[in-house]
């Protein structure tokens, strides 16, 4: 079965990291482009950032440049966000989601993490 | 950057139909997707390439794109699509763009 499964966030303070995981299964994690995908309580889906099959082509969200690196390991089947320098905007749910293979959308989405900065 | 525009809510009767905008300026020379998200799920891709759909996805669901405005049609809906609906394109600098996302409320 094809799955998705985040891991990693919980309560952080301002100025702190954190690093997320989602590990894929069902499915050769090195065959897709990778994205995260946040969503703040109660608001809309906002994307964070994506990754080339082999990690050579990576872009981030204007508002996470710089303070998150996204990096995948296709070996270990995962993908990874680390966050720097957290704010309490930051708090959302984090979604990993797998583009499809043939097309440029999200076919597959794990059930997300969720993240929260606050003092 | 480039926007997206959906309207916040929509609001229609069982058995009739819902109409979602998705404005965007010349969005008719971009690829949209479409996606449903019940409360407390991931959300699930409904329409992708302006107007497929997914296997799995009753043909209740479609969708059209041209010039500034995208359109995903729920014909005879039913109390289980309600949900919030989101478009989303790539832009010209392999960013990826949502929209803010509208509520559909079956009455």
């Known amino acids: 079965e094809l799955q998705l499964v985040e891991s990693g966030g919980g309560l952080v303070k301002p100025g702190g990291s954190l690093r997320l995981s989602c590990t894929a299964s069902g499915f050769t994690l090195s065959d897709h482009n990778m994205n995260w995908v946040r969503q703040a309580p109660g608001k809309g889906l906002e994307w964070v950032s994506s990754?080339?099959?082999?990690?050579?082509?990576?872009y981030y969200a204007d508002s996470m440049k710089g303070r998150f690196t996204i990096s995948r390991d296709n070996a270990k089947n995962s993908l990874y966000l680390q966050m720097n320098t957290l704010r309490p905007e930051d708090t959302a749910v984090y979604f990993c989601a797998r583009v499809s293979g043939s097309y440029d959308y999200f076919d597959n989405w794990g059930q997300g993490t969720l993240v929260t900065v606050s003092s | 950057s480039y926007v997206l525009t959906q309207p916040p809510s929509v609001s229609v009767a069982p058995g009739q139909t819902a109409t979602i905008t998705c404005g965007g300026n010349?969005?008719?020379?971009?690829?949209v997707h479409w996606y449903q998200q019940k409360p407390g799920q991931a959300p699930v891709v409904v329409i992708y390439y302006d107007s497929d759909r997914p296997s799995g996805i009753p043909e209740r669901f479609s969708a059209s794109n041209s010039g500034n405005t995208a359109t995903l049609t729920i014909s005879r809906v039913e109390a289980g699509d309600e949900a919030d609906y989101y478009c989303?394109?790539?832009?010209?600098?392999?960013?990826?763009?949502f929209g803010g996302g509208t509520r559909l409320t079956v009455l």
């Open positions: 990754i080339s099959r082999s990690g050579n082509y990576i």
């Open positions: 989303q394109v790539w832009d010209t600098s392999d960013h990826v763009v």
């Open positions: 010349n969005i008719g020379g971009k690829s």
